[in-house]
């Protein structure tokens, strides 16, 4: 009993030490908004209540072989005491407790609603695919910008994010800013979240999408509104499509890139064949800034100098099952050249 | 109780006695070697699906080492991420399917007659076929493992993932064919459950006397009869949308994903419960047992089962709270989940209160019912807290989900199941568990058990997303993890202790005496370990603890001094009683060892192989043999000979069955009717669905389907319908003049529907590829075709029948049991009638 | 005769049979307008459907209410002890359908309805 008492309450107390000491970046318990905050408020609020809860229904039941004197009770006093366990803990306290719950818990999602606001939010569409992530600004300034596998968001204001699934169903979640939802294909969900100041976030798809499921995450960063509005205007198209083709060392890149790649991969600025196009087999992500994104394969490999190359060749070790084929026609050397002026791509 | 003056009135010479018990063993005899095959009866098959059970169990343990291993470091690379995706779905669909619920029914189907004093279930062949079915189902899923070709979508198959573009392979194939063969099993062991509990316990045995056990089945029964049917009607459409690709669930064709969700769901959430319940029927028998006195609160026990049963079939959405619906909808759904948790405090409030007001005492089994109420306990506060639709959309999908789960279905099932296991052990051999092994399995299974999934709790709070086949080291789960996986080891070791334990007494263990946990229920009547008819003969029970009160009652059971203790006719029987009092109405005659089940269950195999393996002539002409053994099977019943070889009655006992208008067969055909209309239920619900919530649907300005032609058909069944209903009047009044050939005429009435039906198909010209409409038409057509056809078969039989005199009005049951079936055809043909094409015409079609 | 009616088992079942009625109409009226024709979210909760679910609710309530009340009249008059225990627990489970009926309709009062 005692040793049991001892396990269940030095568990969480443990944990919270180890929490501080080394947490990633996707716990909804080091919230970064208002509505993570909320829940992770009625997280600890439930979490004690029913801590004791379960102390008390254990602890009676133990007790009961314990318990020495045993008076003698009546059939009237035997019937009266049953009574008042199944009214007051069967009745009493669940309705009780989930009464008070239902009050206290359904306002701390109000936040993450969509409803109508003075001020409409900016608008952010993601969309999932197997297995990355397409992000789309449509009410950028001089059109709409598109990027792969990183979102910006302005941070202090509400964000409202409208996901949908290319392929198969994928969930949206950035645990610290609050609750997910699922892209569902043929469906758009909204969502809003806020962050409460800059920072840099991490988040994962939560809904089972397949073989790589687990290689899906998303590189989220929080930034003031001019920076935030000074990062999509470098990313207008005029901008990436000068930033395609500048040089010209990069030419014989572009080329293998333009016969091998282009079907599934859009770099702005880049004439391709319209037959290439009618011939692309999936949709893989846009490459126009992919030199300034901080991950490649959704999470798999830090973007540092030549990982590009190196995902090229290695990219079914790394992340098998990945829908970009094998590139076994090309040699490393060509992979790397490929790599190298992607790197460049860096708005 | 029985009163002395029977009881003398039947006292007979010794070596009458002797001659009666040599007909009795010979009447319910096994047979061995090859003949085993064919038993029936409820212990042995009983026994059959728990050990089947337990052989799927250790196979989905072994599963969930191999996830342990896998997530026990970061970035592992011990299995390949598809060989993972494989084992985590197979885990959950064996642990599940194959293991849960089976088990449980095994469990049931071995225990129910022996507490409600009856000889065996009201429909022997039923269960045989039902194991039959689970185990060539369960081997055919099975085997896909062992060809690296295993489902690998998750054990709930969210589509599109699950659908042909997506899932190329035949996994999804395997796991729809194979659960869908495999859940024939849960629903035949739920119809007859159902019908037994209500109708075959022993004489008195009124029903608020019956054992808290058999209320627990009963609400497990009821809910796995309306439960399973919309997963099955799911998994056709999905597999018809993945073998002819018929859109039910592909946006672009008008179907919606989100449809496959609900539909699996709305079996999904009440499955927890069908296997929640039973667990907490054990608890509610081994706690009195244990506590030395009659549960508190039986009245309020069996109104906790019945709000838990209903209560459970409102709650599915909150596994959908994440797919972005309005926000009230969501409320009604979390209100009611948290609502679930007002009858289960009920029922834990009442086991403390019995324990509170007894004398317990602490044995192995009662270990593990309190382990079941820590676990169990926990699991349902984080239950609550997962009703919570903000906190839900934080932490589902995650490692709190899968904590959760595991703690309300391991506490609540897997430890009661333990517990009744060790109970019950000196009724299955005899003999008595050892007490140190048992401990020690005990301790190393519930820490091991905590120590992995208490902490995979924190994992998810932590951010740790369910099925991911890895995660990275800078994540700071890897503590987490590794404490898991270690844990589970320590678990599997617990697990091992208790079969080595169960292994072990039985050559080792100590011969148990009668009734040795000194038991209140009829069980413990029987002998050790129990003869095939359980009973020598059948006492007349008015209380509810018939061994607390008559201590001498397995000597004067065993002495055949109670009811039908006679054999020479060569029947099996029990006793029909009336379902609320307990007062006797017939003598039911139930069938005997077959061959019949077991080879319909092999054709229905051959179907589900040759679909896998898209042989569809050879699935065509198994699909008509299966139909064919089925057929020959009902022939032998009612007054076949074989079904009643000796139609004499004992004097003062009710009249046979087969010789009344309201035998069990009557009952048995409600109750799959009942699931019948769940799966109709659901198609309309999914046909409703789509129409107005799905985001592509297009539908023709006209209605392809011919509204006279409709009418047509439905005057014919409606004639037919009420045909039917004369003959049986008039049998009722005894009047059997021309009932044969009024019989073949209805039977022409549902072949000229039939004929019309084929007729609006063809006219109609649907394209099942392009839109969900014609898809939904398509199915529901069938639908409503198969079941006249299989009406129009059924009464030309009864026909046959007459003219060989198995049916008159000597032996009028058969036609009232088609009548229902000829009732529930036309009311749903009438509703398909107006939801397919009355309403499209009157609302008007989009395209 | 008419007690037969009030002690009749089929009571354990009506009662919840009548809330999970009433939860299909709800949701499924709910889903439905919402789909075909939302009411602004501007106005809350003060909306005619949530006025029409609520009045469902009552309805739904007052029912149960009386089917209660039967129940438990009838299980004070009969004298047989399987009637009786039908009779109670039929009336105990109306009222707990009733209760669930409320617990669950009273958000429609609060809440946007199609948000």
Known sequence: MRARLIRVWSIPAFLAVLLTGCAGNKSILDPAGRAAADVALVWWGMAGFFSLVLIMVVALGLYSFRRRSRPKLSALEEKRLARRFILGGGVLLPVATIGVLLIFGVPAGQRMLPVPLGTPPDVIQVTGHQWWWEVRYPGAEGGEVVTANQLVMPAGEPVDFHVTGADVIHSFWIPRLGGKIDMIPGHINRIRLEADSPGVFGAQCAEFCGTQHAHMQLYVEAMERSDYEAWLAERQAAKLETLAVQSDAHAPAREVFVEYCARCHRVAGLTVPDSQWELAPIQGPDLSDIGARPTLGAGVLAMEEGAIGYWLEHHQQLKPGNRMPAHLALEPPALQAIGDWLETLSP | MNDSSQDSSRKTAPEDTRRFLEDLERVWANPRGLGALTIVNHTTVGLRFMLTGMAFFLVGGVLAMLIRSQLAFPGQNFMAPEIYNQVVTMHGTVMMFLFAIPILEGLAIYMIPKMIGARDLVCPRLSAFGYWCYLFGGLILLSSLFMEMAPSSGWFMYTPLSSKVYSPGLGSDFWLLGITFVEISALSAGVELVVSILRTRTQGMALHKMPLFAWYILAMAMMIVVGFPPLILGSVLLELERAVGMPFFDVAGGGDPILWQHLFWLFGHPEVYIIFLPGAGIVSTLIPVFAGRPIVGYGWAVFAVITTGFISFGLWVHHMFTVGMPQLAQTFFSAASMLVAVPTGIQIFLWLATLWLGKPRLQVPMLWIFGFLFVFVLGGLTGVMLALVPFNWQVHDTHFVVAHMHYVLVGGMFFPLIGGLYYWLPLFSGRMPSQTLGKWGFWLTFLGFNGTFLIMHWTGLLGMPRRVYTYGADEGWQLFNLISSVSSFLMAMGIAMILVDIMLHFRFGKPARQNPWNADTLEWATSMPPSPYNFVSLPKVETRHPLWEYPQLPRTIAEGRHGLAAAFHGRREIWGTDPLTGKLREVIHIPTNSWWPLFAALALAVVCISLLLRWYPLAGIAVLVAAGFLLRWSWENGAHPRAAPDTREQPGNPPLHSRTLDGPGVWTMAVALLANGAFFLSLLFGWFYLWTISPEWSMPPESPLSLTLLVLAGLASSAGWLWLERCVRRLRRRQGAGLAKGLYMISALGAVQLGLLVWVLVLAELDVTATAHDAVLMVSLVYVMLHTGFGAVLTLLQGLRVGYGYVGVEAPLEPVVVRLLWRYNLGVYWIVVVSLAVLPRMIGGTT | ?115
């Open chain 3, 1 to 115: 005769m008419r007690q037969i009616l009030w002690t009749h088992p089929i009571n354990l079942v009506v009662g919840l049979t009548l809330w999970s009625v009433w939860f299909v109409a709800m949701y499924g009226g709910l889903s439905v307008v919402c789909a075909i024709a939302p009411p602004d979210p501007e106005q809350g909760p003060l909306t005619l459907l949530n006025a029409g679910l609520a009045l469902l609710t009552l309805i739904t309530v007052a029912f149960l209410a009386w089917l209660a009340w039967k129940c438990f009249h009838a299980s004070q008059q009969t004298t047989m002890r399987a009637a009786h225990f039908c009779a109670i627990v039929s009336a105990g489970l109306y009222l707990a359908s009733m209760v669930a009926v409320l617990f669950v309709g009273v958000p429609v009062l609060g809440l946007s309805p199609c948000v």
